[in-house]
């Protein structure tokens, strides 16, 4: 009798984590890890067990699992404990492994995969004809920029070949327009959100008027201060598991444009329209937005319905990847 | 499917626990765990299990009638083992490109269980009793350590198929193991992974210094036997939780003071196997010394070879024989005799096993009297991933080290403790994503 009760209770708890799943799935499973796919999937997992495709049964129940309200619990008690010691501690307390680090006070950085100089020799785009039109914005790390918030080790052996790829890249493309956003971000105030890889108000309307100054080059831009907005922190909320709710310095840029150029802009993440609102972006340009994609041909005749192309990137993956995209 | 996949923990293993309750006769509990086994495999692998039954069918075959002479019937039983693994270098040579099939698919364990087909044919128990085609198939297949051993014995199964009787005993250490390899795997090897992963996916050239390559090498040592014996702790669990004693793979290895200690205690049952089907049948070391030399140096170059058809593999087999054959040559009690200098040796002895190139061997291995660390390229990504987690980690390396009673021993037959084990590593495997065991792709 003993046996079969420790028995049921073992199988009870290696299958809880399933059952939870199947019975209370949670509202917003998180997703730091790989979300499985199911292509559409509607059978039922006693059908799939006698499947033919064999995948299906496993993506069914990692499923189950991923979504299991169970799995949110533990993952929103872990991270709780983690982040209460984070300003206690003067390391990373980060438990899962993330894309993200902390440095001092819990501000978050991204890692990067590699740190290797990347020289290119020959030009950008040169077989463009409409290379006139191209401006490059590649924007720096956030440990690139604000440095005095990593702690110790990790500022003492801070990547700097992504700057020095930067620096090559400009000097060897002397003829491209190329904004310098190491420039743009030197002072010592905060561009990027405290629980974000991304730029905030200021970073953003930094980048932003060193756009307007090559696009409106008779206009003398000023940044002013413009209210509070709330953090989007979205990073953090994603891969910390925990939402802050911090407010910052909202600013605008002044004057506003009447006669406004059209743009097209290849970005990443950062002009999403949370960092990057596309409604204020409206007072200055016509924008149409396309992500960086493999299939990029510089020579694309839709080219010529826009004034400028603004091919914005985050530094790492630009040298990394984007960069064969557009090179000769 | 991996044993740590959440497929694999939560729903083929509980369910596959029902078996517990029906106290099957030996002939029914073949079938239902042969099946079972097969699904297993299937589930990845697929149409591969052809492999395991084409060794069963030449297995048996070989038994019953004994058509073929011992060296063609080995050949016979390495051929897929061939095929998958060792093709490549005649493809290579030939210049020609390797069938997709061959290329695509890798049958997951496909070496262990090869060796284990061998080893059956060979074991002089087997004669004690006879067993039927599906039994052979089910001895093979048997899901707990089909993918990366521990290799079996025949009167192992044995044992475990005739115990017909649930035994709690059994049980309460089967949760035990099964709970502290999850832990090991998830809280520890997959700790010190990503850092070796840095230098293992990346495809640029890496620069190091010593402190780089001090940490890589570090981790590498831990993860692969954290990792591995962290697979066996499961497999030997999940064992148990059937009624079958699975042999010990690992005897705190890093606690050796000579390279043959050494390999008493690191993956014990292939050691066991290449001694008595490599190193004894070549006449061991009751010959002349030269002879004896040589065939330790054949031995450790199969081992290699075992491992995969690299020059990195094989320089690593090289190694370990060179140091062995010191040893004799010296008296290993009054040259080595000292469980640091052994654990250094084998440490640094990872490098060509784990590194990519022979070049890579050498930078890694010569950075290490580099203190500079201005070219060093390796160490900013690095220190990206020099948490909490990863410094306790670190401590627990060091910690098991040093030659202590495991304290937890006494509560090995609470159940209590042992569901509270098993409670913690799946809250841990819920939080962790999976990273494959390094031993799989052998």
Sequence with gaps: MKEKLFLTITIFILSSAMFSGIYFPAKNSYSYVNSIETLGEERKLIELVFSTNRKELKNKIETYVFESSLRNQVLGVVSIISWSLQDKISIDTQFFNTEVFFGRDGNLFPKTKSCNVYILNSEVGYNSEYIDKFIFMIVPLKQEVESSKLEIIQNHYLCKAFHESFVSFQKNNPNLKIIDLYDAFSSDTNYFEFGDTHWNSFGFNSALVELLKITYPEENFKILPDGEYKENNKVFERLGLIKLNIDSPKYIILPKINKKIRLLIFHDSFFDNSYSPHAYLEDYFLIDYKRWNKNLNLNNEEFKNYDFIVFQSSVDIFFESRILYIKD | ?442
């Design chain 2, 1 to 442: 499917m991996l044993l740590t996949s959440t497929s694999f923990l939560f729903f083929f293993l509980p369910f596959s626990l029902l078996i517990n309750y029906l106290n099957l006769p030996k002939k029914r509990k073949v079938i239902l765990l042969g099946s079972l086994s097969a699904y297993f495999y299937i589930l990845d692998n697929g149409y591969l299990i052809l492999i395991l039954v084409f060794l069963t069918f030449i297995v048996n075959i070989q038994i019953k009638k004994n058509y073929f002479n011992n060296v063609f019937f080995i050949i016979l039983l390495l051929f897929p083992l061939f095929i998958f693994k060792y093709s490549f270098l005649f493809y290579n040579f030939l210049n020609i490109e390797i069938p997709i099939f061959i290329h695509a698919n890798f049958p997951i364990g496909l070496s262990f269980f090869t060796f284990q087909a061998i080893a059956y044919y060979f074991d002089v128990k087997r004669k004690e009793n006879v067993e039927d085609s599906f039994e052979i198939f089910t001895f093979l297949t048997f899901f707990p350590q089909l993918l990366a051993g521990p290799i079996v014995d025949i009167s192992t199964y044995r044992k475990g198929i005739r115990s017909n009787y649930f035994d709690i005993n059994n049980f309460n250490n089967g949760i035990n193991r099964l709970s502290l390899g999850l832990i090991k795997k998830f809280l520890i090897a997959d700790t010190l992974a990503q850092i070796t992963s840095i230098y293992l996916d990346s495809n640029y050239e890496i620069s190091f210094s010593f402190l780089s390559s001090f940490l890589l090498i570090f981790c590498y040592t831990f993860q692969i036997y954290f990792d591995f014996s962290a697979y066996c702790d499961i497999a030997i669990g999940i064992g148990l939780l059937f009624g079958f004693r699975l042999p010990e793979n690992f005897n705190r290895p890093y606690l050796a003071f000579s390279f043959q200690d050494f390999w008493r205690r690191w993956h014990i049952t292939l050691s066991n196997f290449f001694k008595n089907f490599v190193y004894i049948p070549l006449g061991g070391n009751r010959t002349s010394k030269l002879k004896n030399y040589i065939n330790l140096w054949i031995t450790f170059f199969l081992t290699a070879l075992w491992h995969g058809a690299t020059l990195n593999f094989i320089l690593w087999g090289l190694i370990h024989g060179l140091f062995l054959t010191f040893e004799k040559i010296l008296g290993y009690k009054k040259f080595f005799s000292n469980r640091l200098i052994t654990f250094i040796l084998v440490a640094l002895s990872w490098v060509p096993f784990f590194s990519k190139s022979v070049t890579d061997t050498v930078e890694i291995i010569s950075s290490l009297v580099v203190f500079e660390t201005v070219n060093d390229n390796f160490l900013p990504v690095l220190v990206q991933y020099l948490n909490l987690k990863f410094f306790v980690v670190f401590i627990i390396c060091i910690i098991s080290l040093i030659k202590f009673r495991n304290p937890f021993n006494q509560f090995k037959n609470n159940f209590l403790t042992n569901l509270s084990l098993l409670i913690i590593s799946i809250f841990i495997v819920l939080t962790s994503s999976v990273d494959p065991f390094i031993y799989f792709k052998f």
